[in-house]
């Protein structure tokens, strides 16, 4: 059984940075592609960005490309999301999810197993 496990969430002023990890048991991460999603109250779940397995080649969506990365520690069975001058807009619950496979996608289906999810508030 994976588990997926977030933390680093917080309450940060705008501006600011928060780190999440994702740490995975039951299953090596490194050959998967793990993704980050993000759900702010009354919207629905969006992409923030992937990493591949293997080759660790990343993709994010637009409004937070320059601004957030993902980087894997393989030895740590751990993914992380670095969130720099963090927005209000970006307030919301992360999550980070497991891929079917080594190769990214960005729909919410292209995953299996999910985390329980971290809080993200950024205030103004």
């Known amino acids: 059984q994976v588990q997926l496990v977030e933390s680093g969430g917080g309450l940060v002023q705008a501006g600011g940075s928060l780190r999440l990890s994702c740490a995975a048991s039951g299953r090596t991460l490194s050959t998967y592609a793990m993704g980050w999603f993000r759900q702010a109250p009354g919207k629905e779940r969006e992409f923030v960005g992937a990493?591949?397995?293997?080759?660790?080649?990343?993709r994010y969506t637009d409004s937070v490309k320059g601004r957030f990365t993902i980087s894997r520690d393989n030895a740590k069975n751990t993914v992380y999301l670095q969130m720099n001058s963090l927005k209000p807009e970006d307030t919301a619950v992360y999550y980070c999810?497991?891929?079917?496979?080594?190769?990214?996608?960005?729909?919410?289906?292209?995953?299996?197993?999910w985390g329980q999810g971290t809080q993200v508030t950024v205030s103004s």
């Open positions: 990493i591949s397995g293997s080759a660790g080649v990343t």
């Open positions: 999810a497991q891929g079917r496979s080594q190769w990214y996608g960005v729909r919410i289906n292209d995953y299996v197993y």
